[in-house]
C-alpha cells in the first residue's frame, strides 16, 4: 500500500556493493518526471555519475565519503532554465528566468521531482537518502559536472541496497501541520514541548547513535546562524538572480 510505503520511510547511509544498472537508474527518473510540474515547465535536470574520479570528488566536495562512494547510483538533482532557454531559441526568443517565481518554480520542480525517484526507489526495495552537503561547494561542483548557466545544483540522492535498517524517526503530530482555516500558532505552546518528550525517548533508545536531546534543542542550534551564506551570489552566478 503507497501510504504504507510513504509512512515506513527511514534515510538509508549504508548500502550493499550492489550497483544499479542504467536502466533501473532509467526506470526511476521516468517515474520521477511524472511528478507535477509549475506550467508543465519542468525545470529540473538530474546528473547520474557513474564515473569513480567524479564520485570520489563529489565525495570530498560534498563532505559525504560514505554516501558517495558506497551507494547504488548517485543522483545530482538541478533546477534547470538552460533547456528552457533551448526550446524558446527555437522561436527566436530569449526567456528570463532571473526573477524570485523562477527561482521558486525551479526548486519547487525539482524537489517534486526528487520525491517522486524516491518513492519509486523505495516501492522496488532500495534505500534511499538526500543529501544537502552538495551544496557544500556548488561553484566546484557545477565546474565538475560541467553545468551550464541557468543549471543550479540543488542536493544530490544516494540510492542502492540498504545494509542497514534504520528505525522510522517519530514525525511532528498531524495537529502540528493542519491548520483548519487559519494559522494556530497558540497551540505549539503544548504541542511542541510534548513532542520533545516524544524525540527524547527515541534519541535515547534507538538502535544506534543515542543521544540525549530534543528536536527543539537541535532546531534552535541549527536555525541560530546562517548557513550557506554564498548560495545567494552562487545562483546569482548561474543566472539566478533574485530579482
Known amino acids: 500500500m503507497v501510504i504504507e510505503l510513504l509512512t515506513s520511510h527511514a534515510s538509508v547511509r549504508k548500502y550493499k556493493d550492489i550497483p544499479l544498472s542504467k536502466e533501473d537508474v532509467r526506470e526511476l527518473v521516468h517515474a520521477g518526471q511524472h511528478a507535477a510540474s509549475s506550467h508543465f515547465v519542468q525545470a529540473y535536470s538530474?546528473?547520474?555519475?557513474?564515473?569513480?574520479?567524479?564520485r570520489e570528488q563529489l565525495a570530498e566536495l560534498s563532505k559525504n565519503k560514505r554516501q558517495f562512494l558506497s551507494a547504488g547510483a548517485v543522483l545530482i538533482f538541478c533546477a534547470d532554465?538552460?533547456?528552457?532557454?533551448?526550446?524558446?531559441?527555437?522561436?527566436d526568443k530569449e526567456i528570463d528566468y532571473s526573477h524570485a517565481e523562477n527561482v521558486l518554480v525551479g526548486s519547487i520542480d525539482v524537489a517534486l521531482f526528487a520525491q517522486n525517484v524516491a518513492i519509486a526507489a523505495e516501492s522496488k526495495g532500495y534505500g534511499i537518502c538526500y543529501?544537502?552537503?552538495?551544496?557544500?561547494?556548488?561553484?566546484?561542483?557545477?565546474?565538475?559536472?560541467?553545468?551550464?548557466?541557468g543549471v543550479a545544483p540543488m542536493f544530490a540522492m544516494s540510492i542502492g541496497v540498504p545494509d542497514e535498517a534504520n528505525e522510522v524517526k517519530p514525525r511532528l503530530?498531524?495537529?502540528a501541520i493542519i491548520h483548519e482555516n487559519s494559522y494556530d500558532a497558540a497551540k505549539y505552546d503544548e504541542i511542541v514541548p510534548a513532542y520533545d518528550q516524544t524525540m527524547h525517548d527515541y534519541y535515547l533508545n534507538r538502535g544506534s547513535n543515542q543521544k540525549d536531546t530534543a528536536w527543539s534543542v537541535q532546531m534552535a542550534d541549527f536555525l541560530a546562524a546562517p548557513r550557506r551564506t554564498y548560495m545567494k551570489e552562487f545562483l546569482a552566478k548561474r543566472g539566478f538572480t533574485f530579482k
Request: net charge negative; with cysteine; hydrophobic share 40%.
Open 173 to 175: 503530530p498531524v495537529e
Open 46 to 54: 538530474v546528473i547520474h555519475v557513474t564515473n569513480q574520479e567524479k
Open 81 to 91: 532554465y538552460c533547456r528552457l532557454a533551448k526550446a524558446a531559441a527555437l522561436h
Open 131 to 149: 543529501i544537502g552537503g552538495i551544496r557544500n561547494a556548488p561553484e566546484e561542483i557545477s565546474e565538475l559536472l560541467e553545468l551550464p548557466d
